[in-house]
Every structure is written in C-alpha cells, then in structure tokens.
C-alpha cells in the first residue's frame, strides 16, 4: 500500500482537499444522468460505486475526524448502500499509513526521541493504519509491543473538519434551529477526547481492570513509561480482526460463545459500570487462536448518566413501551418529545418511536435472541426505508432525543451488526451473573 508523506493540517488546505472530492462527485452526477437511460437500474449502482470510491480516497488522505465519520457510517449497513459501507469499511483499519521517514519526525516531536531510542527494535512500516492513528510492532527487553502513534494535526483539525461537513449532517439527519448544536458539540467533544492518549491510556488501564474477571475476553497491558498525548503503548495481541474472522467457517457453537462473550461485555459495562466502549466496529476486536475476544481500543468511552440511563433502560421495557402513558412520560424525559410541541407534532413523534423501539428492543423481551435471524434485519430495513421516504418527517424539527442518544446507539446498532456478523444466538440476561460477582469482588458498588 502507498504511503503517506504529509497529511493536510490547514484549514484551508483540508477544505481544498474536500472540495476537489466534491466536484468528482460532482462529475459522477453529469455521467450518471447520462447513463440512467441506457444503462437503466445499473447506472445507480455504478454512480454509488464510483461516489464511494472517490469520497473514501479523498478522506483517507486527510485521515482524523473526517476519515472517522466514513468509519461511522461503514456501520449504517441499512441505510447506506452496500457500495459506501464496503469501501467506508476499509476505514477501520486498512487506510494509506504514514511513510517511515514521517513516523520517526512524528514520534521525534511527540516524544522528543527517536522510536529505536525506546524500543529493542521497531517496524518503521506500520502493521494497522486507522482514521486517529497507526499502529507499529516493537519489542522491549523480550517483550512484543504494539505503538500506535497519532497522524499529525489530527487534533487541531478536529473542529474545522466537523465545520465543514455540518451542512450535510445537518441536512442528512434534518437538524433544524440551534438545539441542533449540541449533537455536533457531542460529537466534537468525543473525537477530540479519542485524539487524547493520555485519557485513553487511562480509560483502557480502567475498563480491563474492572472487566478483567470476565471469561473468553483478554486485554492488552499497557505501558505509561512509553506512552503520551500523542504515543500509545501497550502489549502485541496476537488474533485476527473480527471482520476477517467473520468470513471464515467458524461453527455455529464458536460464533454462540464469541457473541456471548461479546454481550456480556458490553452488558456488564452498561450497567455495572455506566460507562461503555462506545466504538464497537470489527477493527477493535481481536478473535485469539483460542476462539477468545480480544478488546483492544478504549479511546471512545461514553459515561452513562443515571439521568438518562434509567429513562432509556426503562423505556425499553415491552410493558412500558405497551402503556401509552408511561411510554410519552419517558419521552419527555428523554427529550423526544418536548414542552414547545403541537399536538400533531406529539402523536406524529409518538407513533414513530414506537415503531422504531418496538423494534429495535426486540432482544431484550426474552430469554434469548438469535441475531442471525433474517427477519428481524428485514424489518429492520423495512423501517429505514420507510423513514427515509417519508415526506412528513423530512418536514418535522428532526432534534429530537437527549445528546446522549448518539453514542449509546450508536453503540447498540454497532453490537448488533457485530453479532449479526457471528450470527450469534446470545443468552439475554446471561450478564447479571458478572455483575453480581463484580459486587462481591469490589469491582463495582
């Protein structure tokens, strides 16, 4: 794979750099009406092929916070289409890496050393390059190490990058009014704490400690001496991307276990710890030889606040989500429906968030739920394309939902796909069991 020399960090030259992207698109357009008479239903398909192809080559050469929306969105598999989330996908941990010469000048500013001035020895060519950062194999006195090493400027690009794709979220989501400033301000505020080593060195040392009992999921250990803002050091996990994994032909009881284990996981952090690992896409798991799961990223952590946590939790119950009247009252708590309102614009929002949490609580309303179930990703699909036609709600103040909303599901969408991806059928309630000895360890009050 080609290397990088540079990356943009201007203002001015990141904007550039979007709008050449635009106006390849742009092209992509004018052949498209040109083709859609005589290539009929194909011409759509070429035309997202060829879009997908020329965003993602233009994100992937600014890398950082606009390289991590392709990310995601490679996530949305049932509202994008198949050729956006193939080629977004790749932004998970297969992207353009700096060239060696850059790396060392980055890790020199960063560290104010050389990396062979730290490590018995070190990859100058990167073994995994991401939307943040890279990561390169090291090794300390017989030790494997992993070194993942931010993009320079990718930190101070953060809020002109998001400046600049506001208009199209905002018309993508139909944000409207200035409430639609604190989804962008969420969204700021976790990038900006991703591109912080420090924080995530300390988020990671938490989290795998508090879930260190757990079964079938290991942790990599992580090196304070070798790490800073900008440099990260843990230990080499040897597996395979989940992802990857994914597409081999694991047994149905392997994928059941690796699902469980994934559920637990994300279950106990929910509830015992109220805080989760908010980025759940295949490149942050690691499947080991032993069929165990391997967590290896903790930069986007989401605290769960009881303020939400207990309306969001208690919405979802099926008896809840059944009575009228405790249904709009967790409503209003969650900032779905709010005080300013009409009465067509209240039934209007009621009825669509009924539909959509009837559905998307499905497998917490019993025992067990099998995710490879293809009906329930039919319905799933079904309801996207039914918002998304759906001239009423275009028309309708599209903030609706406490800031919260955004990671947590996003990261509920992102375990499912992934469990769809194992086609795993998990036991729902199975976690209590981790909390209660969690209790009993002092792990958690």
Known sequence: MKTLDSIPTGKLERAGKLMGTGAKVGVNYLKYYGNRLTDGPNAKDKLDRDNAKDIYNGLKQLKGSALKVAQMLSMEKNILPQAYVEKFSLSQFSVPPLSPPLVRKTFYKSFGKYPEDLFDTFTASSVNAASIGQVHQAEKNGKKLG???????????????????????????????????????????????????????????????????????????????????????????????????????????????????????????????????????????????????????????????????????????????????????????????????????????????????????????????????????NEIATLSDKFQNDTQLRKMNGNRGSKHFLYMNRTFFGLYNLLHDLKAEIKVNDFQKYLSKAQTLNVIA
């Open 147 to 377: 070194v993942k090493i931010q993009y320079p400027g990718v930190a101070d690009s953060i809020s002109s990058d998001l400046a600049l794709v506001k208009p199209i979220a905002i018309k993508m989501f139909n944000l409207k009014g200035k409430d639609s400033e604190k989804y962008f301000k969420e969204v700021e505020g976790k990038l900006l704490e991703e591109t912080d080593y420090e924080l995530e060195l300390a988020q990671s040392k938490s989290i795998t400690e508090a879930c260190s009992f757990l079964p079938h999921i290991e942790f990599p250990k992580y090196y304070p001496e070798l790490s800073n803002k900008r440099i990260l050091t843990m230990d080499w996990m040897e597996g395979q991307h989940l992802s990857e994994y994914t597409k081999t032909d694991f047994t149905k009881e392997v994928g059941n276990q690796i699902g469980q284990t994934l559920w637990d996981f994300y279950m106990y952090q929910i509830h015992g710890l109220k805080q989760v690992h908010a980025d759940p896409h295949p490149g942050n798991f690691l499947v080991g030889k032993e069929n165990q799961l391997i967590a290896i990223d903790f930069g986007c952590i989401k605290q769960i606040p009881d303020e939400f946590y207990v309306p969001y939790f208690e919405m979802a119950q099926k008896d809840n989500i059944n009575n009228p009247q405790v249904f709009e009252e967790k409503m209003m708590d969650l900032e779905i429906l709010l005080p300013t309102d009409t009465e067509k614009e209240r039934q209007f929002f009621s009825e669509v968030f009924h539909q959509m949490l009837s559905l998307f609580s499905k497998p917490f309303h019993g025992n067990t739920f099998d995710f490879s179930d293809a009906s329930f990703w």
